[in-house]
């Protein structure tokens, strides 16, 4: 089993022998105590690693303890940290509301009884693991994930690939075969039957072909993503009679061989959404590449998505789009209004055309 995570915990007062005294009374293996004697100090520090919980003195020169809290607020990487601040003024109810209004968890006065501000800080510390440990098995999901997704992709290959050659070789050969035969017979019930052969043959054919394609379609790695993106377009017009407006770069746009079978098997699925769920007469479809991004737009005419239905037990499709486009380092953004219709955006790194 893997160690517990050690917890950073930001002491902060502008008097040393104040900050040596907290140190004796929290060190221990499970945590790192990081001093700082000031409140710009206390921002530097948390720039560069994220705590556990922050002690911090509310009486300090240049800036106290409530304006160094504000600005921690005020930093993504420090906004939602536990801070806890220490005063010797018990009689300043108006400090201990503005300190709540500031962020403060809890708020301890001077001269501090150990075994409480231990226990408070332990709370916290063993949050920051429990959180940790979270972060560390939804990156191993993720991981697995990602895995996962690139065997399957292999594998969709793989069979396209035998099921064209192998299958569809063997039953061009079958059908030659009774074009051959038909030609030697000359009683009519036996050409006739042959032709109903053959006609069975050249079926199965298009089923192989229909099938290869939609594991794996050709186009997608004999021309790129743009003329894959617009081949599928134009096949789920022809099925399902929903008009498709295109505003696509040119073919000779390169992308990367992952980023283009993720931004197709994204668009898939968002056709697939709109022919189930949307109701919609006409599609609009923009893909291009700007500012070294990708960027993939759908936008439907349809009922709309709600703004809970992202979120719901019936949109594993949508969730699935989400992390094709995480593993990538991209995302997909799902906005909707009722009546006016759905609108995906796909945004990857570009990172042009595969080695």
């Known amino acids: ?82 801070v806890i601040f220490l005063t010797a003024a018990a009689d300043e109810l108006e400090a201990v509301f503005r300190g709540y209004e500031v962020g403060a968890v809890d708020y301890l006065v001077k001269p ?108 997608l790695d004999d021309m790129g993503l743009v003329a894959g993106i617009d081949w599928q377009a134009k096949e789920f017009q022809k099925r399902t009679g929903i008009r498709c407006r295109m505003q696509l770069p040119p073919e000779s746009t390169a992308f990367g061989s992952e980023q283009s079978i993720t931004t197709f098997r994204i668009f898939q699925e968002i056709l697939t959404n709109v022919a189930r769920h949307a109701q919609a007469t006409r599609l609009d479809v923009e893909l291009n590449v700007a500012d070294g991004r990708l960027l993939l737009a759908v936008a439907d005419n349809g009922v709309g998505i709600a703004a809970g239905q992202t979120n719901g037990r019936r949109s594993l499709g949508l969730l699935g789009m989400q992390e094709r486009a995480l593993r990538l380092g991209g995302e997909v953004r799902i906005s909707g209004v009722p009546g006016k219709g759905t609108r995906v955006t796909l945004m990857l790194p570009h990172g042009g055309a595969a080695a």
């Not at 040393?16 to 499970?30: I, S, T």
């Not at 006739?192 to 052969?197: E, H, I, R, W």
């Open 1 to 82: 089993m893997d160690p517990a995570p050690r917890a950073n915990l930001l002491l902060v007062d502008d008097e040393r022998r104040n900050l040596v005294a907290l140190r004796e009374l929290l060190a221990g293996e499970d945590r790192e105590l990081v001093l700082a004697h000031s409140g710009e100090e206390a921002l530097r520090h948390a720039l560069q690693r994220d705590f556990a919980v922050v002690l911090l003195d509310v009486r300090m020169p240049d800036m106290d303890g409530f304006e160094t809290a504000r600005l921690l607020r005020g930093r993504e990487r420090s906004r939602l940290t536990p």
């Open 112 to 219: 501090l009884v150990p075994e409480v501000l231990r226990s408070k800080v332990a709370v916290f510390v063993e949050l920051h693991r429990a959180r940790e440990r979270l972060r560390e098995s939804e990156e191993r999901l993720r991981a697995l994930s990602m895995h996962l997704v690139s065997v399957r992709e292999e594998e969709r290959a793989n069979i396209a690939r035998e099921i064209h050659d192998e299958l569809g070789q063997v039953l061009t050969g079958l059908k030659m075969d009774i074009a051959w035969l038909a030609a030697r017979l000359a009683e009519p019930p036996l050409t006739a039957k042959a032709g109903a052969m053959s006609e069975l043959v050249e079926s199965t054919i298009r089923a192989v072909r229909r099938i290869a394609t939609g594991l794996r379609p050709e186009v």
